[in-house]
């Protein structure tokens, strides 16, 4: 994905569209106006006394870019890394951070979906899903809320 197609500012193309990613066998969406660019995994320097989701930090073109290891975040086992892993790179408010997933599947659209929200399971613990989408060809995908998944980190 070209660094220069998606902007900063909100651009109507984005609206509705998501960028989906495997964790596990589970599909989870991510709003492409969050998203910057898709890179390979790198080496990622350890920082301590971060939860244990953090896996550290990366240097991406002299920037520092913290990054979150998506499985823990969600409370998925371990998986080794392979070839299909990669981070995906977001911008919120001022700040880059990078997102480790098992891999990435395709752009999709709002409108090629039904739309629905999520059950209530607040008694279930911290839910980062803002809606889920079944696809045409029966697929579902659970869409991030960004603003509860960052909450925590965006504070420190």
Do not use: W
């Not at 660094?3 to 651009?11: A, D, G, L, P």
């Not at 492409?32 to 990366?58: F, H, S």
């Not at 659970?142 to 960052?150: I, P, V």
Request: net charge negative; hydrophobic share 40%; aromatic share 6%.
């Amino acid at each position: 994905m070209p660094e220069n197609t998606i902007h900063t500012e909100v651009n109507d193309d984005l609206v509705g569209r998501f960028l989906s990613f495997y964790v596990g066998d589970s599909l989870y969406g991510l709003e492409l106006l969050y998203v910057k660019e898709i890179i390979q995994m790198q080496q990622i320097t350890l920082v301590p006394t971060l939860p244990t989701y953090i896996k550290g930090i990366i240097n991406l073109r002299g920037k520092v870019v913290p990054v979150i290891d998506v499985r823990r975040k969600l409370s998925q086992p371990d998986l080794e890394y392979n070839d299909k892993t990669c981070i995906i790179i977001t911008q919120i408010d001022e700040m880059q951070v990078g997102l480790i997933v098992d891999s990435v599947a395709e752009v999709v659209s709002s409108s090629q979906s039904e739309k629905m929200l999520p059950p209530d399971m607040s008694l279930m613990g911290e839910n980062y899903i803002h809606s889920i989408m079944h696809l045409h060809d029966k697929k579902v995908v659970l869409c991030l809320d960004c603003d509860k998944f960052f909450a925590a980190d965006l504070k420190m």
